[in-house]
């Protein structure tokens, strides 16, 4: 089975010293993680991405930064894993873990990207109102995949890859502490927006992948670019 792992944190620029045991770090679990990675990037800084709202028939652009927060979606990976306490096992050794945050969610249908991820390429976070988060396999969200069908169909190799999510009550959240390992179950805030998929999109620049997204049929859609580096 898959997962989704949001790493989250705060933004900061590292000084070359500070960077150096970072990326030693992730290079580390990729050296241990193996082929449980299948897919994953740090995303360029919040200021560069983009958040689109009213649908695809009425798009809204906002330009970043636009989360409150003062941690934000700062990378991501796509697991391989038998369950979730082999994805959880995977997320407590991601090193953001250790300061920040990752969200694992699992994934309703498994995939492979079309093509090797490059720093030209985005990262499309879904998201929902609860109240049109549907739980998958219901009528609801039957009708909702339908439209993503014609989505991929109309944009064809802009889509890398994409899955949907499970509902937001599977969602889990790891941290590690002084080497404790602390998992909180989801759902979290009542009345905030919750993921429900994402995309994987290859655009020639900033104002195609906007373009693009703009055409998801979501509440709204966090556009992010990757940055296109090995290890995070």
């Known amino acids: 089975m898959q997962y989704l792992a949001?790493?989250?944190?705060?933004?900061r620029d590292l000084t070359p010293?500070?960077?150096?045991?970072?990326m030693a770090?992730?290079?580390?679990?990729h050296a241990k993680a193996g082929s449980a990675i299948r897919a994953g990037d740090a995303?360029?800084?919040?200021?560069?991405?983009?958040r689109i709202t009213g649908g695809p028939d009425a798009p809204v652009i906002t330009d970043g930064p636009f989360a409150e927060a003062a941690e934000v979606a700062c990378g991501y990976y796509l697991l391989e894993a038998e369950n979730l306490d082999e994805a959880l096992a995977l997320a407590r050794d991601v090193p953001v873990a250790q300061y920040g945050a990752v969200e694992v969610w699992p994934v309703v249908h498994s995939f492979e990207p079309s093509r090797k991820l490059t720093g030209n390429d985005w990262l499309a976070l879904l998201l929902e109102p609860p109240a049109s988060a549907h739980t998958p396999g219901t009528p609801e969200w039957e009708a909702v995949a339908a439209r993503h069908g014609d989505f991929m169909a109309a944009v064809g190799d802009h889509v890398i890859g994409g899955a949907a999510l499970h509902d937001r009550s599977t969602t889990t959240?790891?941290?590690?502490?002084n080497g404790e390992v602390l998992v909180t179950d989801g759902p979290y805030i009542e009345g905030a927006e919750v993921a429900s998929g994402f995309y994987l999109l290859g655009a020639a620049d900033r104002e195609?992948?906007?373009k693009v997204a703009a055409m998801i049929p979501a509440s709204a859609v966090e556009l992010r670019q990757l940055a296109g580096?090995?290890?995070l």
Do not use: F, Q
């Not at 010293?17 to 970072?22: G, L, S, T």
């Not at 995303?43 to 983009?50: E, K, S």
């Open 25 to 29: 770090a992730y290079e580390s679990l």
């Open 208 to 210: 195609e992948a906007v």
């Open 173 to 177: 959240t790891v941290r590690v502490r």
């Open 17 to 22: 010293e500070e960077r150096a045991p970072v």
């Open 229 to 231: 580096i090995s290890g």
């Open 6 to 11: 949001l790493l989250i944190g705060e933004e």
């Open 43 to 50: 995303l360029v800084p919040v200021a560069t991405g983009v």
